[in-house]
């Protein structure tokens, strides 16, 4: 994955975590240098070493170091330079969830080697809607379910987001059903 990704694991430790948690992750993790490149592709077996090391130097499960990344990482994008694609997207989390992948159209004219995730989003009524994740990689479902929580605080919405249909259970997507406890009108 591009560096952007490690750098906002490593930011993330670092200011939730402080200077010593990211040192000693860094150094389970293998990883040489203290800082990555955000435009600079990486393989992506150093990000789940990242997440593994975050996992045991922070005794949390992996899983909870991802959701926690994927709050972070919609804070995160929004602050370093991606403001303005993210306003754009929309304005609830409903809209925004259905523009995510022009966003990573969007994205990946600045990042070429992009491979972005898919979302498709089907409407199951009033207040509740479920959420298609097609993958090139394995095992961010969890990063998912914190991007879309993350999302929700974003647009000042509450919801309950639920794994319903792994993809381990013989289908090549992972499904979501988000139920809106708030939202924003359509
Ligand atoms: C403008 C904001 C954003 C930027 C710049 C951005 C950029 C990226 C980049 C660089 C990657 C790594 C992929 C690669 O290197 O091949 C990525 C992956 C990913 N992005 Fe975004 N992204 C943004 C917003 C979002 C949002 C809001 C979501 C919420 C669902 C999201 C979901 C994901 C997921 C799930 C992945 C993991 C890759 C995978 O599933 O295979 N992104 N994004």
Redesign the pocket.
Known sequence: ??G??NQAVRQMVLCEHGQNAWEAIRRKAAVEDDDFVAMQ?YPDEQTYDLVAAASEALGAPAEAVLREFGHY??RY?ADSG?GD??KAAGRSLREFLTN?DH??AR?GLT?P?????E?TVIEDGQARIRLEYR???EG?AP??IG??EG?AERFDERVVVSLIGPRSEGRDHDEFLIEFTEMKPA
Request: glycine fraction near 0%; charged fraction near 5%; charge should be positive.
């Open positions: 994955m591009y952007l990704v592709q990482w919609v994008v991606y694609l993210m995510l966003l990573h994205v990042f080697a992009l491979r972005p995730p979302f993958s090139p990689r961010l990063f998912v991007l879309v999302l």
